[in-house]
């Protein structure tokens, strides 16, 4: 007897909404679960070379937490110039979190997923809001906590 793997068909897929709340929770292992549901690892359809993934809505990103000293000392760098001579800018954390928050989360995440098209059309389903608002009501997202 031969087994056969099971590949998901685009037919097949059913999208879930949840929703994720980062107040005071670790920066990396929120966004490594976070991942997991954009990848839809979670799902027994999983399959590794389609967006099986679900949405997420990630709030309360403002007050989320990294541990040590990485508050003063993690720094995002950006390129200005297009990739110029002195066009890198750098920022730390304390201060993006300050001015931007959702880009904290967006980050994390963007770098846990595949560098490819498959990771882009997975990062379209994610959407994160500094505060605990957002429009997203409708589709009725479930509550998915995150383990610290």
Do not use: C
């Not at 590794?48 to 040590?68: R, Y």
């Amino acid at each position: 007897m031969s087994q056969r793997t099971y590949s998901a068909k685009p037919k097949d897929i059913v999208r879930a909404w949840h929703i994720v709340d980062v107040n005071d929770k670790v920066l990396g292992r929120a966004a490594s679960q976070i991942a997991t549901l954009l990848k839809g690892k979670h799902k027994a359809m999983y399959t590794p070379s389609m967006d099986t993934g679900d949405h997420v809505i990630v709030i309360n990103a403002a007050k989320v937490k990294v541990t040590g000293t990485k508050s003063v000392q993690k720094l995002y760098h950006r390129h200005a110039l297009a990739g110029f001579p002195g066009g890198l800018k750098t920022t730390n954390f304390e201060t993006l979190q300050r001015r931007h928050p959702e880009d904290i989360i967006i980050n994390a995440v963007q770098r846990m997923l595949p560098r490819n098209a498959l990771g882009r059309a997975m990062m379209t389903k994610l959407r994160v809001y500094a505060d605990d608002k957002h429009p997203h009501a409708a589709q009725k997202p479930v509550a998915k906590t995150v383990e610290a």
